[in-house]
């Protein structure tokens, strides 16, 4: 048995949830992939998978099992990139998490580093915020873009670099179209737009968290006419619906073309969440890390950050 394929088989199935589709990302036969599971669990002496007639999730034994192949999957990938040296420069995957409100600075993060550094393969995967702090403590994930300030991670144990501040709009249908991009429109106070039919993401969000402590701070409980769990479809309830939306700035950048909506920067009070890209601090970092952290420390992409998250330049 190679222990170290097998725990790559593992990873991939705790992340497909689904041996079918496990054993595709891997380029091996799904019974190739059981098997080498079973092969592993008998050396362990231990059930790490819980199987029906599909699978259904890891065991105790098998969450263990698991935080230790990340360390040492990521070990061994460390180590062959030592012994490459420089001659071929950082090469390697890099798995970012984002939450969802800020997938597409992190899309653009990724593709900007991967034009730099060709031998890189960003991956990047949408999260909440509780998926990118177990992300990050089970190490696999190696950089998480999210709100710094509300993480769970003892502090020592998390390097931060704050990136923007997320500042808040009201989204909804103008008057009269007017242009060829968005309109910006005047200033609103929360409690005037908390009387508005809201399309809001889901209770379990925390960018819905931020809204309703917002909206508190002027004494209003509001519910919402409707609720999604994915931010890129708040701007279609608006679009196509009687709807108003919130949104961050960065999530305008993609509605920068419908001239029929109107964005409003919200006030009183005025909320600004602070935005960062995350990682364990006790982990050696690899040279693709190296990078990357390069990268997103540079005044060039922070300039570009800043951009992308308010296009509308207020």
């Known amino acids: 048995m190679n222990l170290l394929s097998s725990m790559r088989y593992l990873v991939a199935l705790s992340e497909h949830k689904h041996f079918g589709r496990a054993a595709e990302a891997c380029h091996i036969t799904q019974p190739a992939l059981s098997n080498a599971i079973k092969a592993l669990e008998l050396e362990l002496g231990a059930t790490i998978v819980r199987r029906d007639r599909h699978f259904v999730g890891l065991t105790s034994e098998g969450e263990r099992v698991l935080a230790s192949s990340h360390v040492m999957l990521r070990e061994q990938a460390l180590l062959m990139h030592e012994l490459q040296g420089d001659k071929d420069g950082p090469s390697g995957d890099i798995r970012i998490g984002a939450v969802p409100t800020a997938m597409g600075i992190a899309v653009r993060f990724g593709a900007s580093l991967q034009a730099q550094y060709r ?67 005047p200033t609103i106070g929360w409690r005037d737009a908390g009387v508005m039919p809201l399309c809001l993401l889901t209770a379990d969000m925390h960018n819905r968290a931020i809204i309703d402590a917002a909206f508190t701070t002027v004494g209003l409980h509001v519910v919402p006419a409707m609720e999604v769990n994915s931010s890129f479809s708040m701007p279609m309830c608006v679009s196509d619906g009687d709807l108003c939306s919130i949104l961050p700035g960065t999530l305008l950048a993609n509605v920068l073309h419908l001239t029929h909506l109107e964005a409003l920067p919200l006030s009183s009070p005025q909320v600004v969440t602070p935005i960062g890209f995350m990682a364990h601090a006790s982990t050696r970092p690899s040279r693709a890390m190296q990078a990357a952290i390069a990268w997103l420390t540079s005044d060039a992409w922070l300039s570009k950050a800043r951009l992308y998250s308010n296009p509308l330049q207020l």
Do not use: C
């Not at 300030?149 to 144990?157: A, E, H, Y």
């Not at 931060?160 to 007017?178: D, G, I, M, T």
């Open 119 to 185: 031998g890189i393969t960003p991956k990047v995967f949408s999260m909440s915020s509780d998926h990118l702090e177990s992300g990050l403590a089970d190490l696999s994930l190696d950089l998480a873009l999210g709100y710094i300030d509300r993480t769970n991670i003892p502090v020592g144990k998390l390097s931060r670099w704050p990136q923007y501040n997320e500042h808040y709009f009201l989204l909804r249908r103008a008057k009269k179209s007017k242009g060829k991009l968005l309109q910006l429109g």
